[in-house]
């Protein structure tokens, strides 16, 4: 079919911004005043009808590998040649109306030199329902000395090497979820020698192009980890239908633009995650990354509305619980201002932190309160005392090296569904510090 043009609305110029020949990116600009920068674009799959062809579990993604090239075009506007970290944090979903506006926005450099950067997006101003969400963030640095081409890639397939069948391979994927169109289907030829892969892929022809206005083009990076999905792969944890997308990228650089086949090297360093290198036909160095972690995703978290993480409360029926004398519970009273149930004072299941810890014995709960915000206390205030008072507690306990378990206790710190409002906002801090704990 015929490519659409890059909608362009207007020359970025005459907006006082600095037009780019990325494909995915329309403008860049020097923030006054620093050293920051910013890149934006607009992408949909009307202007990037390829995008489609990269869907996970029925939903587009923007592929990781276009994260971490935007990344490294981005640093590359302002020196800095190589990504050493990016981590991905929320998938990056490509609507199937509509458009999505992108921004990369590069910090300073530290005292090292190296700068920040981040990878946003939301969706177009008219339909736009959420803000800005951060999908990546990572640290831009220098470029090494100069690099020569692998020893493995002189001799290909590296000698020893089996063969892996790759017939069919992506209509296995599909099955799994990983539905690859005709532009990510580059997976030509695979083989194993011992714990590495190696693998030959091409660029599709509809894209080859543009492959000069990427470093890499994303859907040669992409096809380039295909192998690691094949079922030759050992993996830690062997299910079948397990989703795995690039969650952590480090060490990335890119020696030379514009190539459309590749011959990659995937050698393993940890549980699922990978170094890469890529040499061209002639076995020049095309790109190499020094760690490449792959991660699990849910199925049910890839849609415009939610990222890999959430908290989903739902609601679970209990009986009330009625203290018994004799039951391995205990209640911690900090400093007698917290609300302890009368009952449970009553059955004696009520301790002081400092004198009657060792009360309770083999309790295998004690259980402390955490005491309300007083409605007069400033944010400040209440929350200085709600981390003391934990501070206090916590240490108490690890102090007294009691054998059991201890709980925590909150009462309107977090929302538990669509009618259940934070009213103790100080609260909602001491469930920062209890899970860093």
Do not use: K
């Not at 916590?394 to 569904?417: F, I, N």
């Amino acid at each position: 079919w015929p490519r659409p043009p890059h909608h362009h609305t207007t020359n970025p110029t005459g907006l006082g911004l600095d037009p780019t020949t990325h494909p995915l990116l329309g403008a860049w600009i020097e923030v006054a005043g620093g050293d920051e920068s910013v890149s934006t674009g607009r992408i949909s799959l009307r202007t990037h009808p390829w995008l489609a062809d990269h869907a996970v579990a029925g939903t587009v993604l923007l592929p990781g590998a276009a994260l971490v090239e935007l990344a490294l075009h981005a640093g590359t506007r302002v020196g800095h040649h190589q990504v050493d970290d990016l981590t991905l944090e929320v998938p990056f979903v490509v609507p199937d109306e509509g458009g999505v506006v992108m921004q990369v926005v590069v910090g300073a450099p530290n005292d090292q030199g190296d700068r920040q950067v981040e990878i946003h997006s939301r969706p177009d101003p008219d339909n736009a329902e959420t803000g800005w969400t951060r999908h990546a963030v990572g640290v831009l640095g220098h470029r090494p000395g100069a690099v020569t081409g692998p020893e493995w890639g002189s001799e290909w397939p590296p000698a020893g090497a089996e063969a892996i069948t790759v017939a069919g391979a992506y209509e296995n994927l599909a099955d799994r979820g990983y539905r690859y169109g005709p532009a990510f289907r580059g997976l030509r030829a695979a083989w194993r020698l011992g714990d590495q892969m190696f693998a030959e892929v091409d660029l599709d022809v509809a894209e080859r192009a543009d492959a000069t206005r990427f470093a890499v083009h994303p859907a040669l990076l992409d096809a380039a980890l295909h192998s690691l999905l094949l079922p030759e792969v050992p993996r830690a944890d062997p299910a079948p239908d397990r989703l795995l997308l690039p969650f952590a990228w480090s060490g990335f650089r890119a020696y030379s633009v514009g190539v459309s086949t590749l011959r990659v090297r995937l050698r393993p360093t940890a549980s699922d995650t990978f170094a890469v290198a890529a040499v061209d036909a002639s076995g020049n160095p095309v790109f190499d990354i020094d760690a490449l972690s792959l991660r699990p995703v849910a199925t049910g978290h890839l849609d415009t509305g939610s990222g890999l993480l959430a908290v989903d409360w739902r609601p679970v029926q209990v009986p009330p619980f009625v203290p018994d004398p004799a039951a391995t519970w205990a209640v911690l009273a900090n400093d007698g201002s917290t609300e302890v149930d009368e009952g449970l004072r009553a059955a004696g299941l009520v301790v002081d932190l400092h004198t009657d810890l060792e009360t309770t014995g083999e309790a295998a709960v004690v259980v402390y309160q955490v005491p309300p915000t007083e409605p007069t206390a400033g944010f400040d205030h209440a929350t200085r005392t709600r981390l003391a008072g934990i501070l206090e507690v916590v240490q108490t306990w690890l102090a007294s090296d009691h054998p059991g378990r201890l709980v925590v206790l909150t009462r309107g710190a977090v929302g538990v569904g669509c009618d259940g409002g934070v009213v103790d906002v100080a609260g909602s801090a001491v469930w920062g510090f209890v899970r860093s704990v």
